[in-house]
């Protein structure tokens, strides 16, 4: 678990991670880390995010504990059309239709978070990604079982990522060409440019004017007091709130401290599916949510909550439709100890399937996370954000910074996210402690647990009226988890995810030595 007390950075791929060390080294804060570090994410893990997809950013800096949170979300094209669908006999939305396809928000996100925040040209912070793209990079066991899976689909389109052989070099000419535009013409390069058309002749749907319209907003951040903290998120149209609401619920349940406890467990448990079953109800396109932003995690809402669960037995919830995800999550800390808590992706593993032809990017399939249910304030609009699953956190304490977390996952980002600051910031685990402790979701009305959960537990959780299935030792989906700590005294604690072989932790040592 590396420590020390200058600038830090966890992502789910080394080369992600080492990348936002040198641009450290350079002389970058974090927002700059962040950039290049989620450019390069994009070209050597395509599995979890690319410029085909949608951002989401927390940043918290010194002296101003408030969080700036940029919702750099895409919204669905002019051409969308959900009566088509629903004539076509579709009671949802197929997760590969073109319709999923929304216009990718990454690439806007990343020059509005420079124009505000960074303190290096956006040409410097992509060239890492350029040259990686260019030169190539080693395949890795991730990257190649989310291909092999669904290589019918893409080796048509990218057959020079086939076969994918772990460990093998592969090179992304046509995606360095298109970096480049970018990195010369930044929104207008990307939107306007020849990715741009690429879009539109793959989601004919989507029109240049949708394109060419800003994508990102700052928005006012989510909160909650819990565990000591000040815990923060985004609002919808994500579901941060639920980290943050089933946090409250389960500290008022009065757990034990001890995470392998039958009670801590239980409680935990029947704290998240408490508010999880709501979700697709509340998290909707902003202008549609049909609750304001603050009162997701307001004491007075959540309070029932907490008082009608029972700490004996399960008692029943609805449960929310399941969402898969294909993510990634990247944290940095730079020395003056500004916080980025940062997540990127592209849905369903390489999302939709569609690639840009020519442009070397597939697209995000986020377009999935709209109902066809008619009247519904999540129904597929034209010039709609969907419901997303990306669920980014940054935890202040005493109005300084203490905790960057987050984790991919599509559902099960609020469960694991709960699981980890509960584990650190209630039973007093060490990060790298609380990354190894067997974890749980909920999938459907199953608990899953990783088969390391002691018998006894599990046996306790089947009395009390769980339906508990052991899963692997380390479920890979189930992260990975990145974190950074800032202790009182500045030392910044960074754990990677045991989970997943190419995330990486990194902390450099400070210039105090």
Known sequence: MPTGTGAAAATPHELATRTAMHIYEMGGNAVDAAIAANAVQGVVAPETCGIGGDLFALIVRPGNPRPAALNAS???????????????????????HPFTVTVPGCVDGWVTLAERFASMPLADLLSPAIEFADKGFPVSDELAGALTRRSETLQPQAPWLYPPIPGTIVRRAALAETLRDIAQGGRAGFYEGSAGRAIRRAAPHITAPDLSAGQSEWVEPISAQVFG???????????????????????????????????YVHLQIEAFRSVAWERDDLVTDPRRAPLAPDRLTAPDRLQDRAERIDRSHAIQWPSPNPAQGGTAYLCFVDEAGMGVSLIQSNYMGIGSGIGAAGAGFFLHNRGAGFTLHEGHPNELTPGGRPLHTLS???????????????????????????????????????????????????????????????????????RRGHNVEPTEAFERGWGPVSIIQVATDGTRIAASDPRVATSLAAVARGTDG
């Open 74 to 96: 895409g919204r669905a094209g002019s051409g969308v059309d959900a009566a088509a669908l629903r004539a076509q006999g579709h009671s949802m939305i197929p997760p590969f």
């Open 229 to 263: 903290r000040t815990a923060w998120t985004m609002p919808p149209n994500t579901q941060g709130y639920l980290t943050l609401a089933s946090s409250w619920i389960f500290e008022q349940t009065q757990p034990p401290s001890a995470p392998m406890d039958p009670d």
């Open 392 to 462: 980014p956190t940054i935890w202040t304490r005493d109005g300084t910074l203490d905790t960057v977390l987050g984790t991919r996952g599509g559902d099960y980002q609020p469960q694991l996210l709960l699981q980890m600051a509960s584990a650190m910031m209630f039973a007093g685990d060490r990060p790298d402690s609380a990354q190894r402790r067997p974890r749980w979701v909920l999938s459907d009305s199953v608990v899953r647990v990783e088969s390391r959960m002691p018998e006894r537990l599990i046996s306790e959780l089947h």
